[in-house]
């Protein structure tokens, strides 16, 4: 039912379609999906169920994710895990609906495309900053060492602007 790897993860609905509370179950795996600038999904294993309820399909699934990404202080590579929930409404396209069409997902024939909706939902719940651990020192700012790995003998005071400026008023 489910197809394996790459973003393709396409869920048959054609036997819960026209059956209230029947439901099926899914289980698929994104792989290698760029998701943004700097921000790499290695791997996303997605699991949960499309239920018909009142007309309507629900669709609740569990994401864990790894993603590649780069520390936003001294910029080397890391993994992160990533793992959230989240639920939609699925509405075929036509149905008439009390949902709020902003709140839904419209879609056509019996085929689900659940790799498309699990990567908007990783989208939502990617963060814009991630650090290689809490207290990452960054990268000196005027010889370009990662003070993580090295420390170094810089003067940051000569540095500082607010210091430049200081030094103007003579
Ligand atoms: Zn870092
Ligand atoms: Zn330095």
């Known amino acids: 039912m489910m197809q394996e790897g790459g973003a393709d993860m396409i869920c048959d609905v054609s036997t819960i379609v026209n059956t209230e509370g029947a439901q099926v179950a899914l289980e698929g795996c994104l792989e290698s999906v760029e998701l943004a600038c700097d921000i790499e999904v290695i791997k996303a294993s997605v699991s949960g169920s499309i239920a018909n309820s ?43 609906t009390d949902a709020d069409a902003d709140s839904v997902i419209f879609f056509e024939g019996t085929e689900i495309d659940v790799g498309e909706i699990a990567i908007n939902n990783l989208l939502l719940n990617v963060s814009t900053k991630y650090l290689c651990r ?3 020192k960054g990268i000196c700012p005027k010889c370009g060492k990662n003070l993580n790995e090295v420390s170094c003998d810089c003067d940051f005071f000569e540095i500082d602007p607010r210091w430049e400026k200081l030094k103007n008023f003579k």
């Open 54 to 96: 009142g007309g309507v399909l629900v669709l609740e699934a569990e994401v864990s994710a790894e993603i590649k990404t780069s520390c936003a202080r001294c910029l080397k590579e890391i993994v992160m895990p990533l793992d959230f929930d989240f639920s939609e409404t699925l509405v075929l396209s036509g149905q008439e």
């Open 134 to 136: 809490d207290d990452c």
